[in-house]
């Protein structure tokens, strides 16, 4: 599986887990087992970056908010929710440094599955969190 496809189905295994009362661990069983999720599956790849979000969503959320201006995370869409923490979780985690091209694959997420103009705002808070994480560096 590529990375551009294990990105898309973290990304669906996370906004899914959104609209849910069940675990993760019972969202990721499903899409695991079931044969008609199987162009769903999720990789290595993708489950580490739907663990490394969980391990750390406080650090991700606050990342987020914290980039987000006068707005509150929950004037934002699911959808671009779901792409911000999974991105942003993989920046700053990531033992590679690998911004641009994470960035890029949220605006592809965000151009498929949002609204017509949410990759903008994707972008530009991507961008001010890979700023300031590289600025750390």
């Not at 993760?24 to 499903?30: F, N, P, Q, R, S």
């Not at 987000?68 to 979780?89: D, E, F, G, H, Y």
Request: with cysteine.
């Amino acid at each position: 599986m590529t990375r551009h496809k294990a990105r898309e189905n973290a990304f669906i295994a996370i906004f899914e887990a959104s609209f849910s009362a069940n675990d993760l661990d019972d969202i990721l069983a499903v899409t695991q087992e079931l044969p008609e999720y199987e162009e769903y599956m999720l990789d290595d790849f993708a489950l580490n970056l739907i663990r490394t979000y969980y391990d750390h969503a406080d650090e991700v959320n606050e990342m987020i908010q914290s980039k987000l201006k006068k707005w509150s995370a929950n004037r934002i869409s699911r959808v671009c929710n779901a792409i911000l923490r999974i991105s942003t979780a993989e920046m700053m985690f990531s033992s590679e440094d690998m911004d641009s091209i994470v960035i890029n694959e949220a605006v592809e997420l965000c151009k498929k599955f949002a609204g017509e103009n949410d990759y903008q705002f994707v972008n530009g808070v991507l961008g001010a969190v890979s700023k300031e994480l590289r600025a750390k560096e």
